[in-house]
């Protein structure tokens, strides 16, 4: 009778066992798989307010300069201070957002740090912040591209 018993509940028993240690893990790799999606997403987020802090900066500059805006001095104060920021996140994310987003994203970064610029003495504000947008453009559209990519990449290997 006990031979029974035992025959009958320890295989159950040791099924529910590895069952529970398998759906651990599971649920663990599944777990930081989506933290570490939502940080990528965290990252892309961040980069793309970075960047366009940058753009608005450009754009507002380049509107004092052709005479079709005009600004406090503290609210340029503030906007320069925006500026700072964003081009510091952009050096942040190529530092240390390796650890995060895929390279193609710190290769669309690098690429708009390392872009050739036109000569501050030889042009006006607002063909350098015209110039600047164009570059602002073209880096947020690609890194768009790369960013649903690498997103559409991490959610794929969920578990």
């Known amino acids: 009778m006990i031979e029974t018993l035992l025959n009958i509940i320890f295989p159950g028993i040791l099924i529910s066992f590895f069952t529970a ?3 651990v893990h ?4 599944r ?3 989506e933290r570490l999606w939502e940080r990528k997403i965290d990252s892309y987020i961040a980069i793309f307010e970075s ?3 940058l753009k608005h900066y450009s754009r507002i500059k380049r509107d004092i300069d052709l005479g079709t805006r005009s600004y406090k001095k503290d609210r340029i104060s503030l906007l320069e201070d925006q500026w700072a920021e964003g081009d510091m996140e952009v050096h942040k994310t190529i530092d240390i957002g390796s650890f995060v987003i895929c390279d193609d994203a710190i290769k669309c970064l690098k690429d708009y740090l390392n ?3 036109l000569d501050f003495e030889e042009h006006s504000i607002s063909d350098l912040a015209s ?6 453009d073209d880096c947020i559209k690609g890194l ?3 960013a649903q990519k690498d997103l559409k990449g991490a959610k794929k290997k969920k578990v």
């Open 21 to 23: 240690i398998i759906t």
């Open 26 to 29: 599971l649920s663990l790799k």
């Open 31 to 33: 777990f930081y798989s």
């Open 51 to 53: 960047l366009h802090r």
């Open 115 to 117: 872009r050739s610029r």
């Open 131 to 136: 110039q600047e947008m164009v570059y602002l």
């Open 144 to 146: 768009k591209l790369v």
